[in-house]
């Protein structure tokens, strides 16, 4: 199972809106609903920020919204602050019953 | 509060095993399957595979097939990785992810991560 593809790195600046795209295949996110997202910020461990494609566990912003098309999924963060400059993975669930990551990109808050 | 209190750094040489354990409290430890997630240094999260902690049902990525074992002592509420014949690029922080009552929900709480040291 390859890895989902992720933009190494994204940037913008505060109050701006950025979107982290999420591309797997057919065997992945284009078959089932079951992406999220998370953040990690250094020396941390990941932080669940996106589930089931759209769906936002209590607690986190509604800054942060997801979405998918085809084998796509993305994450946009809206309204940018310094404290979102962090690591974000997405993660699909694929068929045999397994998951997968992307390889993480890097966001900057200039 | 649910949390995921994992065992310490470990230093192991080549081709010795590891045993990574995760305690779980705060919720009923076999509603809820337990994924385990690998990074190794400067790198991504890698998936490693899952075990449904009420049936001791397992099922690993196929890159870790053959090197990997999980299991469960429900007396205990801990959930165990044992990862075999180590080499240095298994070098690597371990963490235990809690997952939701079937293997397709995500990964709502983490453990704090166990690094893996691999030297000779």
């Known amino acids: 199972q390859s890895a989902l593809t992720q933009p190494a790195s994204v940037s913008g600046s505060p109050g701006q809106s950025i979107t982290i795209s999420c591309t797997g295949t057919?065997?992945?996110?284009?078959?089932?609903?079951?992406v999220s997202w998370y953040q990690q910020h250094p020396g941390n461990a990941p932080k669940l920020m996106i589930s089931?494609?759209?769906k936002r566990p209590s607690g986190v912003s509604s800054r942060f919204s997801g979405s998918k098309s085809g084998n796509t999924a993305s994450l946009t963060i809206s309204g940018l602050q310094a404290e979102d400059e962090a690591d974000y993975y997405c993660?699909?669930?694929?068929?045999?019953?397994?998951?997968?990551f992307g390889g993480g990109t890097k966001l900057t808050v200039l | 509060q649910v949390q995921l209190v994992q065992s310490g750094a470990e230093v192991k040489k080549p081709g010795a095993s590891v045993k990574v354990s995760c305690k779980a409290s705060?919720?009923?430890?076999?509603?809820?399957?337990m994924h385990w997630v690998r990074q190794a240094p400067g790198q991504g999260l890698e998936w490693m595979g899952w075990?449904?902690?009420?049936?001791?049902?397992?099922n690993y990525a196929q890159k870790f097939q053959g090197w990997v074992t999980m299991t469960r002592d429900t007396s205990v509420s801990t959930a165990y990785m044992e990862l075999s014949s180590l080499r240095a690029d298994f070098t690597a922080l371990y963490y235990c992810?809690?997952?939701?009552?079937?293997?397709?929900?995500?990964?709502?709480?983490w453990g704090q991560g166990a690094l893996v040291t691999v030297s000779s």
């Open positions: 992810a809690r997952g939701g009552s079937n293997y397709r929900s995500p990964f709502d709480y």
């Open positions: 705060g919720y009923t430890f076999t509603g809820y399957y």
């Open positions: 075990i449904n902690p009420n049936s001791g049902g397992t």
């Open positions: 057919s065997s992945d996110v284009g078959s089932y609903n079951y």
């Open positions: 089931d494609v759209i």
């Open positions: 993660s699909s669930y694929t068929s045999n019953n397994r998951w997968v």
